[in-house]
């Protein structure tokens, strides 16, 4: 955010009513055509509030601005802190943190996976083409792999899928144990949601250089 943008939004935020766009730029000593510029673009950024009052004869009606609640200091958000924070309060709480970490993970797992038609199965090669999609999504930049050996019949299935990149990355190296669960937990959830005969067995952080690999299951096993 620029200075004068910063300079609107306090300005803005220090006023005890909504104010209009004239008291804006006579506080800010600036243009009122640029002190709408940078207040219509703190409405479009969710920083600032805009209503439309009565109209005051010709011309545009009057526009009031004031401050979104929780906005007092912009648009900085600490997430990752937060995350840390609740964390923290997971690892402390026993011995079965992991799992329920694992179990979190389920819940949103089925809560992203798009859910099937009543009565419907679900081909091994849809669960997969979902869960890669879902994945996707998520910033994962998942890539379906074969690392069998040759001779081994598995019908052109890949045994893997590599997650070559980890949004959590920051919390995954301190917290592996449990970002990691969680991870596993969403591919789980994803795939018991669908249905599916297809199932992630486990989950290994950095199996490969830069990059996790989840382990498959055969279809039907």
């Known amino acids: 955010m620029s200075e004068r943008r910063e300079q609107i939004l306090e300005i803005v935020q220090q006023a005890l009513e909504p104010v209009e766009v004239g008291e804006v730029?006579?506080?800010?000593?600036?243009?009122?055509?640029?002190?709408?510029?940078?207040?219509?673009?703190?409405?479009?950024?969710?920083?600032?509030?805009?209503a439309a009052g009565a109209p005051a004869g010709r011309g545009r009606p009057r526009h009031t601005y004031r401050?979104?609640?929780?906005?007092?200091?912009?648009?900085?958000?600490?997430?990752?802190?937060?995350?840390?924070?609740?964390?923290s309060h997971l690892e402390l709480s026993g011995e079965d943190a992991a799992d329920k970490a694992t179990t979190a993970g389920r819940a949103w797992g089925a809560y992203l996976a798009p859910r099937p038609a009543p009565a419907r199965a679900v081909r091994p090669d849809a669960a997969l083409t979902q869960l890669l999609t879902m994945l996707g999504d998520l910033d994962f930049a998942p890539e379906p792999v074969h690392t069998r050996p040759d001779g081994v019949d598995t019908a052109d299935w890949p045994d893997v899928?590599?997650?070559?990149?980890?949004?959590?990355?920051?919390?995954?190296?301190?917290?592996?144990?449990?970002?990691?669960?969680?991870?596993l937990g969403l591919m789980q959830g994803a795939l018991a949601e669908l249905k599916a005969p297809v199932s992630v067995t486990s989950l290994v952080p950095f199996e490969e250089p830069g990059a996790c690999l989840a382990h498959l299951a055969p279809p039907g096993r």
Not at 25 to 50: S, Y
Not at 73 to 78: D, E, L, P
Not at 166 to 180: G, I, M, S
Request: with cysteine; hydrophobic share 45%; charged share 25%.
């Open 67 to 87: 401050a979104r609640p929780g906005q007092a200091r912009g648009t900085a958000r600490r997430y990752q802190l937060l995350a840390e924070i609740l964390l």
């Open 161 to 183: 899928v590599r997650l070559r990149h980890c949004p959590f990355l920051e919390l995954a190296v301190p917290q592996r144990d449990l970002v990691c669960r969680v991870h």
């Open 25 to 50: 730029a006579r506080a800010a000593g600036i243009h009122p055509n640029t002190a709408r510029f940078h207040l219509d673009a703190l409405v479009a950024d969710g920083v600032l509030d805009c």
